[in-house]
């Protein structure tokens, strides 16, 4: 069984950066499109940054253009969110995503003003 397993959270002051990894564990037979989803409580989760299977092209939400990268290693089955200058609005659960519907457990994040 495939599994998604997050760590790099935790707490940051404002503009401080945290990098995020997701390992994929289990039997993969082919790279698939993977990213980062948030969600505070309340609210919807939205997509935070997605990135193709062979790392070639990655998309961004608006408002973490400039700010967050996406990045993936498929040798070693995991992607990264390297998250700079954050901001007290970043708080949130941050959840991995592997096309085309498995997720993680999700990892903290929050950033202090």
């Known amino acids: 069984q495939v599994q998604l397993v997050e760590s790099g959270g935790g707490l940051v002051q404002t503009g401080g950066s945290l990098r995020l990894s997701c390992a994929t564990s289990?039997?993969?037979?082919?790279?698939?499109?993977m990213g980062w989803y948030r969600q505070v409580p309340g609210k919807q989760r939205e997509l935070v940054a997605a990135i193709s299977s062979d790392g070639n092209s990655a998309n961004y939400a608006d408002s973490m253009k400039g700010r967050f990268t996406i990045s993936r290693d498929n040798a070693k089955n995991t992607i990264y969110l390297q998250m700079n200058d954050l901001k007290p609005e970043d708080t949130a659960v941050y959840f991995c995503w592997r096309f085309p519907n498995l997720w993680g457990q999700g990892t903290q994040v929050t950033v202090s003003s």
């Open positions: 289990g039997r993969i037979f082919n790279n698939n499109a």
